[in-house]
């Protein structure tokens, strides 16, 4: 008999993306509490179990859902809120947070991280980047993804030599790697987050405004020249910015990570759709930001910013 005590994970956000990983920690062993502000989802899920199809295959895991995190300390926090979330998801989790829990945050864009680390320190933080997933919850219960690309788990630069963070990545590669998913480990996380926030900046707004999925964006006639020169202008504040990226072609990194997933719609498309604030802050507004405090313009993001930002308040009825 295996008395090997069992990890406890839990995912705080679980829309579609979160709702994956708890689906594939939970089947390959893990003790798993979901947590979603979608009480259809959570009453789903726990009458049912939590279905997950596409990618990885067609199943369905029982596991615990919750509205709100427990009290007690788990081992490993993936903390998968959308980004304008996750100073409250911050203040949710304390309780669960020990001296020896890793908190793996799985944000779209920039600047959530270091809103984590500033509460909980970065010695016990790991960022990781998801791409080509093309997650979506279809309905309470039942989570799809059309693609399973490679993830990249990290510690932030600051984040010292022999730290929770440093100390547990390989675990938590594995475990993740247990469940289904490819992990690999990134010595620069930094340079990996600018890499999807790249794919992001292109195909996030004009999908968001259009209701096209990712290949339809670039297809088309008008918006795809927008969405390349969104990701060039992205590249270039990057690079600008001292960010050491591993491709020179950023055309053909976007136009790879568009093929991956051409049928996919952005989650800031969903969000749009459902009425929910946006993550454009973090994207094309992560671009522009860094464009302001380094003294370069940015008009292509600038401009995709101010049109999700007016669709927004037409659609919140601002």
Same mark, same amino acid.
């Not at 996750?86 to 669960?96: D, L, N, Y």
């Not at 996380?189 to 707004?205: D, G, P, T, V």
């Given at each position: 008999?295996?008395?090997?005590?069992? &990890?406890?994970?839990?995912?705080?956000?679980?829309?579609?993306?979160?709702?994956?990983?708890?689906?594939?920690?939970?089947?390959?062993?893990?003790? @798993?509490?979901?947590?979603?502000?979608?009480?259809?989802?959570?009453?789903?899920?726990?009458?049912?179990?939590?279905?997950?199809?596409?990618?990885?295959?067609?199943?369905?895991?029982?596991?615990?859902?919750?509205?709100?995190?427990?009290?007690?300390?788990?081992?490993?926090? @993936?903390?998968?809120?959308?980004?304008?979330?996750? !100073?409250?998801?911050?203040?949710?989790?304390?309780?669960?947070?020990? +001296?020896?829990?890793?908190?793996?945050?799985?944000?779209?864009?920039?600047?959530?991280?270091?809103?984590?680390?500033?509460?909980?320190?970065?010695? &016990?933080?790991?960022?990781?980047?998801?791409?080509?997933?093309?997650?979506?919850?279809?309905?309470?219960?039942?989570?799809?993804?059309?693609?399973?690309?490679?993830?990249?788990?990290?510690?932030?630069?600051?984040?010292?030599?022999?730290?929770?963070? !440093?100390?547990?990545?390989?675990?938590?590669?594995?475990?993740?790697? &247990?469940?289904?998913?490819?992990?690999?480990?990134?010595?620069?996380?930094?340079?990996?987050?600018?890499?999807?926030?790249?794919?992001?900046?292109?195909?996030?707004?004009?999908?968001?405004?259009?209701?096209?999925? @990712?290949?339809?964006?670039? &297809?088309?006639?008008?918006?795809?020249?927008?969405?390349?020169?969104?990701?060039?202008?992205?590249?270039? @504040?990057?690079?600008?910015?001292?960010?050491?990226?591993?491709?020179?072609?950023? +055309?053909?990194?976007?136009?790879?990570?568009?093929?991956?997933?051409?049928?996919?719609?952005?989650?800031?498309?969903?969000?749009l759709e459902a009425g929910r604030p946006s993550e454009i802050d973090f994207i094309n507004g992560a671009v522009v930001s860094e464009a302001d405090r380094l003294g370069i313009d940015a008009?292509?993001?600038?401009?995709?910013?101010?049109?999700?930002?007016?669709?927004?308040?037409?659609?919140?009825?601002?």
């Open positions: 008999m295996n008395s090997r005590k069992r &990890r406890r994970v839990l995912v705080q956000g679980c829309g579609a993306m979160g709702s994956i990983y708890a689906g594939l920690l939970a089947d390959c062993g893990l003790q @798993v509490t979901a947590v979603t502000r979608n009480k259809s989802h959570v009453s789903a899920i726990n009458a049912s179990g939590l279905r997950v199809s596409g990618a990885s295959g067609d199943r369905i895991v029982t596991l615990l859902a919750r509205e709100d995190p427990p009290d007690d300390v788990q081992d490993l926090v @993936v903390l998968s809120v959308k980004a304008p979330h996750v !100073r409250k998801a911050i203040e949710q989790i304390e309780p669960c947070v020990g +001296e020896q829990t890793v908190i793996l945050a799985l944000q779209n864009g920039l600047g959530s991280a270091g809103q984590i680390a500033e509460r909980f320190g970065a010695d &016990r933080l790991l960022v990781g980047i998801a791409g080509g997933f093309g997650a979506e919850l279809k309905e309470p219960g039942h989570v799809h993804h059309a693609g399973m690309k490679v993830m990249r788990f990290g510690a932030l630069p600051e984040a010292r030599d022999g730290s929770i963070a !440093r100390e547990q990545l390989p675990r938590t590669i594995e475990d993740f790697s &247990r469940a289904g998913l490819t992990v690999e480990a990134a010595s620069d996380i930094i340079a990996m987050q600018w890499e999807k926030l790249i794919c992001n900046a292109a195909f996030s707004a004009p999908c968001a405004l259009t209701g096209q999925t @990712v290949g339809e964006a670039l &297809r088309d006639k008008n918006f795809g020249p927008l969405c390349l020169a969104a990701a060039e202008e992205a590249f270039r @504040v990057a690079r600008a910015s001292g960010v050491r990226l591993t491709f020179l072609d950023w +055309e053909q990194h976007v136009r790879t990570f568009a093929a991956s997933v051409d049928g996919a719609r952005p989650s800031l498309l969903q969000d008009p292509v993001n600038r401009t995709m910013c101010a049109l999700v930002r007016h669709s927004e308040g037409v659609i919140g009825g601002a």
